[in-house]
């Protein structure tokens, strides 16, 4: 299907500068548009996400790192862009960026500067007048398909991200110790978002941020949290083999959003890629067994791969279950003290319907 850019209307507030782009996807389909970000050809896997706020913890999240984001919701730019202390990483992590409306005129009292400014300082192509409706339904039925934003010289080649290791571009290079509280913890950088140090922090932890293939087995603590990441969880060889040999004690670990795929092929367990993943601020998800809490929750999800459940051993449970693909939403081991879920108990965007989670972790260590 194509998006034609002559019945596009210039809305008071758009940019009068119109620098025609276009997005071009595997199968051939073609996307115009006009530019209001980095002048410069990208390619990337083309996703969807479904939030109608947060665009500015998204674009940070760096498990959309290697992919062009698509949001749904129309209308976007209209609150600016905060200080950086409330970004979820120290730069935007997506590749590209394809909505439908942009405003260029933006209102928020913590709004610094503008969304195409943002854009401009990090180097990140967008666009917008493009028929997001579209294009996200093309996703659904294809599946997440991979493209490229062109502006004046093409790319030749499509390039999948997740043939790489995405997880050893984002993840911290250093360790880093914060807090002061006498529990200490191991919290391994997939690609994490900040939120997640924040709650453990608001919890009077002491936290050790490792990389991601960072060998911690010999040093002291009392529990382990394995982030959330971008790309294909098997990747991530070295993660995988310290969490193995960690399974053979007895320590408190909890797993979120890749760090569950990690936790389940540490296990034994396979994981597999979704057609289209999750990403939305929305999604909701059932407790199977009633621990602390019960019933139904709302939560905040952005992730492509999930645990195939045929594989997953004799020794775990599943914890939650999507209740819109019945995927599985977490895992929890019969005996120990390890658990982990799909979603972001973190949220950054989205409810903090499950924010519990990390006082439950509290509660084990």
């Known amino acids: 299907m194509l998006n034609d850019t002559s019945s596009v209307i210039h809305l008071e507030g758009m940019p009068k500068r119109r ?19 980095f002048p410069a050809s990208v390619y990337g896997e083309v996703v969807f996400q479904t939030g109608m706020v947060g665009y500015v913890e998204s674009l940070t999240d760096p498990s959309y790192a290697g992919q062009i984001l698509v949001p749904t919701y129309p209308l976007i730019g209209n609150y600016g862009v905060p200080d950086a202390s409330l970004f979820e990483s120290d730069k935007i992590r997506v590749r590209g960026l394809v909505v439908s409306e942009y405003s260029e005129k933006f209102s928020h009292a913590q709004a610094k500067k503008s969304l195409a400014d943002w854009l401009l300082e990090n180097k990140v192509p967008a666009i917008y007048g493009v028929d997001t409706r579209a294009l996200t339904k093309k996703l659904r039925e294809k599946g997440v398909m991979l493209g490229k934003i062109i502006i004046g010289k093409n790319i030749k080649d499509f390039y999948d991200p997740n043939k790489k290791n995405l997880v050893a571009d984002v993840s911290c290079k250093n360790g880093s110790i914060h807090g002061n509280g006498k529990t200490k913890i191991i919290l391994i950088d997939c690609g994490m978002k900040n939120n997640i140090l924040r709650c453990l922090l608001d919890r009077g932890l002491t936290v ?6 960072y060998n911690f087995l010999n040093e002291k603590f009392d529990g382990v949290v394995i982030s959330n990441g971008p790309g294909d969880p098997t990747k991530c060889a070295a993660t995988i083999s310290n969490i193995r040999k960690l399974m053979e004690r007895s320590v408190p670990i909890l797993g979120i959003c890749l760090g569950t795929q990690i936790l389940a092929l540490a296990a034994g367990a396979k994981t597999y890629k ?8 929305n999604q909701p ?11 139904c929750f709302i939560t905040s999800q952005n992730h492509g791969y999930a645990i195939d459940e045929k594989s997953l051993p004799r020794d775990w449970r599943v914890w939650f279950r999507n209740l819109n693909d019945n995927t599985i939403e977490g895992i929890i081991h019969k005996r120990q003290r390890w658990f982990s879920v799909q979603f972001h108990p973190e949220s950054s965007p989205g409810p903090k319907d499950t924010e519990w989670l990390f006082d439950k972790f509290v509660e084990t260590l």
């Open 19 to 37: 620098i025609k782009h276009k997005l071009v996807l595997r199968d051939g389909t073609v996307f115009n548009g006009f530019s209001f970000g």
């Open 208 to 213: 050790k941020r490792v990389p991601w293939d």
């Open 274 to 281: 979704l057609k289209y993943g999750h990403r939305s601020q």
């Open 285 to 295: 998800v059932m407790q199977l067994n009633k621990v602390n809490k019960g019933g």
